[in-house]
């Protein structure tokens, strides 16, 4: 029931990943709304691969996530976090209110031991591939032991979503020398300094997408702004490109040749592609989708939850932060 485009392009992206992934999806929210909604998509009959379960409520993006929670015991986004609690699905996904979906994971689910706080993992292209660039805002204000968690987690999840044996995991700094940063970034370079992962040290912003590390760590506000300049960066440049060709012969005859490589960029850049974040240190599956998810994001969002499942991304994430034991 949550985002731009609930819940038309939500149902219609659960209906693909059920018909394309060969995978069970359960819909969450007011069972009558949704269920007309399905036959509508569907042409017909309730499919055997979706099942449905009631949510009387749901939560709006002006609602205040806290309160909206303890107000609407029966929210959609609460009702489904449950449901994986009970065993009744594996994961959960979600493209509405971010901050609900955050808390009702987190009171849901509880957090793993030795993660103290959650953070949201989002691949970023790099020149050598791709990275995870981590939090990026669900823990808006660390500590220093929250980024060498994030840290540890950070690397765990590149060797499950990239099939690194051993990423280098950097953070994110004003300058690459070990005492620049705020006191925070110069407390959490000592602890990552003695974790259990190949630290690279400090990064610089510019260096974020040129491969030079596998894993960017930074507290939720910096790397929620971080993100959004990325989204905002590759917008504009696909419109600058658009206007710059302009309309002699010459250009028109470039930008067709070039067609494709932008598109492949495009993609890459695009939150689209992989359709959501999982949510790190939390004892189960979360993922968080973008807000303006339409129906091809919301069914490769559920594509990446199920390979998250598949490769039991919780365990090894438990078994990452054990092995940080012995730094504190």
Known sequence: MGGDYAPVEVIAGAVAAARDLGVSVLLV??????????????????PASLALLDAPEFITMDDAPLSA??????????V??????????DGLYSVGHTGAALMAAHAAFGLLGGAERPALAVLVPTLAGSAVLLDTGATLECKPQHLCAFGVMGAAYATITL???????????VGEEAGKGTELVREA?????????????????????????????????TGNITLKVCEGLAETM?????REVGPSLAARLGARLTKNA???????????????????????????????????????GIATAARLVDGQMVLRMRDALRSRADVW
């Open 262 to 300: 932008f598109t492949r960029l495009r993609n890459r850049v695009s939150a689209v592609e992989h359709g959501g974040a999982p949510l790190l240190g939390v004892n189960g599956l979360a993922l968080v989708g973008h807000g303006r998810s339409k129906a091809r994001a919301v069914r490769n």
């Open 189 to 221: 370079h000592a602890l990552l300094s003695a974790a259990p992962v190949d630290f690279a040290g400090n990064v610089e912003a510019r260096d974020v997408f040129n491969g030079q590390v596998d894993v960017i760590v930074c507290d939720g506000f």
């Open 29 to 46: 929210g007011p069972i009558d709304q949704v269920s007309d909604e399905v036959r509508r998509c569907t042409g017909g009959a309730v």
């Open 80 to 89: 489904a976090a449950d449901a994986v609690t009970r065993g009744d699905a």
């Open 238 to 242: 696909e419109r600058l490109l658009k």
């Open 163 to 173: 099939g690194l044996t051993n990423p280098r995991v950097g953070l994110l700094s």
């Open 69 to 78: 929670l303890r107000r609407k015991p029966g929210a959609s986004v609460r």
